[in-house]
T-cell receptor
């Protein structure tokens, strides 16, 4: 069965510290992996997807098929990064979009 | 661009009642998906519609149904409401049904409370 796990409900780091939000998945096949972010009082929005291999707002994520992981990383956290982060996977047709439970990132001054 | 719009934003229903939630996708988007987000959890996929046809269904009972209209707007209906249906219901739209190279945009959601 498809599943996404995010082991940390809450992650607190100090401004300027590195941050890593963990995501592991189980999926039979080749899924599309995503990170979505929800800032306070805003709607859920796409942060990045593995297929584009891009860096958004300093965040990167590498798909590790051997470890079935898609951890989100940023070398120097900023206060404005404080938000709820969801890892998600889908088949290519968007018919089985599965979200993880989310990790709340709190960047302390 | 107004983005994905949903209505109502908040509503309260009693057990056993029926509810209809509405969603207008971004102009030009033909795919609409519905998600249920219970407090403290990530969104759970309910349905996807593309070109007025159901393309995907999550693990939800038959009390949940949806449809898409010729203008690509969509309604989600839930019958015989249970307390456990209390959640934020999110609508998302995209240009096509494929996720490869396609961005999905979410609405702000409809908060449903069942008492």
């Amino acid at each position: 069965a498809q599943r996404v796990t995010q082991p940390e409900k809450l992650l607190s780091v100090f401004k300027g510290a590195p941050v890593e939000l963990k995501c592991n998945y189980s999926y039979s096949g080749s899924p599309e992996l995503f990170w979505y972010v929800q800032y306070s009082r805003q709607r859920l929005q796409l942060l990045l997807r593995h297929i584009s291999r891009e860096s958004i707002k300093g965040f990167t994520a590498d798909l590790n098929k051997g470890e079935t992981s898609f951890h989100l990383k940023k070398p120097f956290a900023q206060e404005e990064d404080s938000a709820m982060y969801y890892c998600a996977l889908s088949d290519n047709y968007g018919q089985n979009f599965v979200f993880g439970p989310g990790t709340r990132l709190s960047v302390l001054p | 661009d107004a983005g994905v719009t949903q209505s109502p934003t908040h509503l309260i229903k009693t057990r056993g009642q029926q509810v209809t939630l509405r969603c207008s996708p971004i102009s030009g988007h033909k795919s609409v998906s519905w998600y249920q987000q219970v407090l403290g959890q990530g969104p759970q996929f309910i349905f996807q519609y593309y070109e007025k046809e159901e393309r995907g269904r999550g693990n939800f009972p038959d009390r949940f149904s949806a449809r898409q209209f010729p203008n690509y707007s969509s309604e989600l209906n839930v019958n015989a409401l249970l307390l456990g249906d209390s959640a934020l219901y999110l609508c998302a739209s995209s240009w096509s049904s494929r996720v490869n190279g396609n961005t999905i945009y979410f609405g702000e959601g409809s908060w449903l409370t069942v008492v």
